[in-house]
Nanobody, 124 residues
Framework: EVQLVESGGGMVQPGGSLRLSCAASGFTFSMYDMSWVRQAPGKGPEWVSAINTGGGRTYYADTAKGRFTISRGNAGNTFYLQMNNLKPEDTALYYC?????????????????WGQGTQVTVSS
């Protein structure tokens, strides 16, 4: 059974940091590109960041550049999103996703497997 389990969400003040983790099982993790996608209340899903199979290529939405860092540990079937200088507009449910197709890393169509999400709330 394929599973993607996010953790690390929580409530933080503006300017604070969080590190999200996603633990993968049930598929060959090292063969999949991985991504973080978020969805704020009342809004559609928004792609945040992606990383290729080997971890050598990373991609960021403009809203994440300079503040977020994506990484992966293939040995442990886990990948991460370090989020610094968080803003209230970063408040959302954050999902991790895995995909192998040739769609752009920023396209949600690329991803076959999805987690259940972890809530991030940025508020003073």
């Amino acid at each position: 059974e394929v599973q993607l389990v996010e953790s690390g969400g929580g409530m933080v003040q503006p300017g604070g940091s969080l590190r999200l983790s996603c633990a993968a099982s049930g598929f060959t993790f090292s063969m999949y590109d991985m991504s973080w996608v978020r969805q704020a209340p009342g809004k559609g899903p928004e792609w945040v960041s992606a990383i290729n199979t080997g971890g050598g290529r990373t991609y960021y939405a403009d809203t994440a550049k300079g503040r977020f860092t994506i990484s992966r540990g293939n040995a442990g079937n886990t990948f991460y999103l370090q989020m610094n200088n968080l803003k209230p507009e970063d408040t959302a449910l954050y999902y991790c996703a895995a995909g192998r197709s040739s769609w752009s890393p920023a396209s949600l169509r690329k991803y076959d497997y999805w987690g259940q999400g972890t809530q991030v709330t940025v508020s003073s």
